[in-house]
């Protein structure tokens, strides 16, 4: 039971669900299945590649500073760190942590998002994160709302969900 530091009242937070957990996820697999082959601002390599970038373009990410002077390299010393920064790491055989290279006031940085698991994101912060992450894919595929998305996915078999 949680206290309300304002006004003083006392409720229980509420618990992440199996069913929104299951829905994030397939709104992302349908998501990477349509994904504009021109959208010039990025291009997954699988669902799980496009979850990473969508959580850490909402914001959702850690990020490290990378000890280079970035205004000193040329063009093609940037790429390859870039590439060389971006490359999926290997955490143990099924898991792979999917990094991105950011230049921000001629600093270079490597964000990663953070973990979306039930014991790491309490159900607030969750509904605010996949709310934002459904606007994101929405205004980039075009959609009024995910849902249509969800119905368009023939193996998504959850589509509804309470935000």
């Known amino acids: 039971m949680m206290t309300c530091p304002s006004c003083g009242n006392k ?18 697999a349908s998501a990477f299945h349509q994904w504009p082959e021109q959208y010039e601002g990025f ?9 990473a970038w969508l959580l850490c373009s909402v914001g959702y990410r850690h990020a490290d500073a990378v000890g280079v002077d970035v205004t000193r390299l040329n063009p093609r010393e940037l790429s390859l ?12 055989k099924d898991k792979k942590i999917y990094r991105f290279w950011r230049i921000h006031d001629g600093r270079a940085y490597v964000v990663e998002p953070l973990s979306t698991a039930f014991e790491n994101m309490p159900h607030e912060e969750a509904c605010k994160i996949m709310n934002q992450v459904d606007d994101l894919v929405c205004s980039i595929l075009g959609l009024t709302n995910s849902n249509e998305l969800l119905r368009n996915h023939p ?3 959850s589509t509804e969900h309470n935000k």
Not at 45 to 51: C, I, K, V, Y
Request: glycine letters at 2%; hydrophobic letters at 30%; zero cysteines.
């Open 11 to 28: 409720w229980t937070p509420r618990a992440r669900s199996s069913p929104q957990h299951r829905r994030f996820f397939g709104m992302i």
């Open 43 to 51: 291009q997954p390599l699988d669902s799980e590649h496009l979850r």
């Open 81 to 92: 760190m870039k590439h060389a920064y971006e490359a999926p790491v290997r955490t143990n």
């Open 155 to 157: 193996d998504n078999k």
